[in-house]
């Protein structure tokens, strides 16, 4: 079992900059690969990022290209999502989960998420 703990959530201004991080628990995150999700109110979950086991291949979505960075470092056992230019669309749950496979279609493990409001 792997526990997930999101962290670095909060309120910040448009243009502004924030950095999550991911910390795992219970098992090396080695091997497995790592994503972000979001979830804004009345919509549907979104994959903003993902990484591979080694960090040397990683997604973006088409919506944060150039803006959100995922990177982790396995011996802090921890995955990070810096966000930069914020937009009030990036107001969302953001989430941390876990994967066995690479490309990752179906995630294994999930935090329970972090709350990012930019206002306009």
């Known amino acids: 079992q792997v526990q997930l703990v999101e962290s670095g959530g909060g309120l910040v201004q448009a243009g502004g900059s924030l950095r999550l991080s991911c910390v795992a628990s219970g098992r090396t995150i080695t091997w497995y690969a790592m994503g972000w999700f979001r979830q804004a109110p009345g919509k549907e979950r979104e994959k903003v990022a993902a990484?591979?086991?080694?960090?040397?291949?990683?997604f973006h979505a088409d919506s944060v290209k150039g803006r959100f960075t995922i990177s982790r470092d396995n011996a802090k056992n921890t995955v990070y999502l810096q966000m930069n230019n914020l937009k009030p669309e990036d107001t969302a749950v953001y989430y941390c989960?876990?994967?066995?496979?690479?490309?990752?279609?179906?995630?294994?493990?999930w935090g329970q998420g972090t709350q990012v409001t930019v206002s306009s």
């Open positions: 990484i591979n086991w080694s960090g040397g291949s990683t």
């Open positions: 989960a876990a994967s066995h496979r690479w490309p990752s279609s179906e995630y294994d493990y």
